[in-house]
């Protein structure tokens, strides 16, 4: 391990920004290679330097901090710019996982490239791929959101654009607006397979699967399963087999599809015969095609 240790302390650059993944709970998900960049480092950017300085502190790593938050990232990318101009090493992190994803880091990324200086991601944990590979999904491509709109409305019509994926979605959600959040699934997408990954890597890890009433269920049961950090995992559109539908039900869509848009002749297909909304959606998109 010191040999590894020491290679990595011997790659280090000078006039370089170093884009450090730090652990997303548990303090053993760090690398060594990161472990030698922040001993190293003359500057460490942190999103919280409070946050920062217990993780540097647990691997008695002495380091000068700084705050590069979002409203101050393009004001401190000039003393970030300056530093490196000197020869210094800087260092990027964030509370938790990998910077510039969701958190600060991104404009000062941005405004050091602009500038012609190097910068090395130095890779580590991430909620998004832990989630995803215990989630069980298959598909070779995804889609992350980021976190959800805080409001219905907007979430709403953001769940009614992913009603035919056939790709899993990724997204954070807050502990305060998960249970809306579920119930707003439940409703678009009553049968679309959930996985809500919580706290992972940490002591309360858990990870609730099934659909969205079956989770809100699981977090009324448990005041504890609202708590923490969260991923939620919206797995791919199931795909339904339209030549299993009957012949009036084909004919009713078919009738309706040449005079209204595909969605809403679905839906009032649907209604006519009591068959798949998707099922029959899926039968006047396979037409146009």
């Known amino acids: 391990?010191?040999?590894?240790?020491?290679?990595?302390?011997?790659?280090?650059?000078?006039?370089?920004?170093?884009?450090?993944?730090?652990p997303i709970g548990n303090l053993a998900d760090i690398t060594l290679r990161a472990l030698a960049i922040l001993q190293q480092a003359d500057l460490v950017c942190a999103e919280d330097t409070r946050v920062s300085a217990?993780?540097?502190?647990?691997?008695?790593?002495q380091a000068k901090l700084i705050s590069v938050r979002e409203h101050n990232e393009q004001q401190m990318a000039d003393?970030?710019?300056?530093?490196?101009?000197?020869?210094?090493?800087?260092?990027?992190?964030?509370?938790?996982?990998?910077?510039?994803?969701?958190?600060?880091?991104?404009?000062?990324?941005?405004?050091?490239?602009?500038?012609?200086?190097?910068?090395?991601?130095?890779?580590?944990a991430s909620?998004?791929?832990?989630?995803?590979?215990?989630?069980?999904?298959?598909?070779?491509?995804?889609?992350?959101?980021?976190?959800?709109?805080?409001?219905?409305g907007e979430r709403v019509k953001l769940l009614q654009s992913w009603e035919n994926a056939d790709y899993p979605v990724v997204a954070f959600e807050t502990p305060h607006r998960i249970a809306d959040t579920l119930r707003d699934v439940a409703a678009i997408l009553p049968q679309r397979k959930l996985m809500l990954a919580r706290e992972m890597?940490?002591?309360?890890?858990?990870?609730?699967?099934?659909?969205?009433?079956?989770?809100?269920?699981?977090?009324?049961?448990?005041?504890?399963?609202?708590?923490?950090?969260?991923?939620?995992?919206?797995?791919?559109?199931?795909?339904v087999q339209h030549e299993t539908l009957p012949e009036h039900a084909q004919n009713v869509m078919k009738i309706l599809a040449a005079e209204l848009p595909t969605k809403q002749a679905a839906d009032l297909a649907a209604k006519i015969t009591g068959e798949s909304k998707k099922a029959l959606y899926d039968l006047a998109i396979s037409w146009k095609n």
Request: proline share 4%.
């Open 1 to 22: 391990m010191q040999k590894h240790f020491q290679k990595a302390l011997n790659s280090l650059a000078p006039s370089t920004l170093y884009i450090v993944a730090t």
């Open 54 to 61: 217990q993780l540097l502190s647990a691997y008695g790593i």
């Open 79 to 124: 003393k970030i710019i300056a530093a490196l101009s000197a020869g210094q090493r800087v260092a990027q992190i964030s509370d938790a996982g990998t910077p510039a994803i969701c958190d600060p880091g991104a404009k000062l990324v941005a405004r050091v490239r602009e500038a012609g200086f190097a910068i090395v991601p130095v890779v580590g």
């Open 127 to 152: 909620a998004v791929m832990a989630a995803l590979s215990v989630a069980g999904v298959a598909e070779p491509h995804f889609y992350f959101h980021g976190f959800l709109p805080a409001k219905s």
């Open 201 to 239: 890597t940490k002591t309360f890890e858990t990870f609730l699967q099934g659909n969205a009433e079956t989770l809100c269920e699981k977090l009324a049961a448990d005041n504890n399963q609202t708590r923490g950090e969260m991923v939620l995992v919206l797995h791919a559109s199931e795909k």
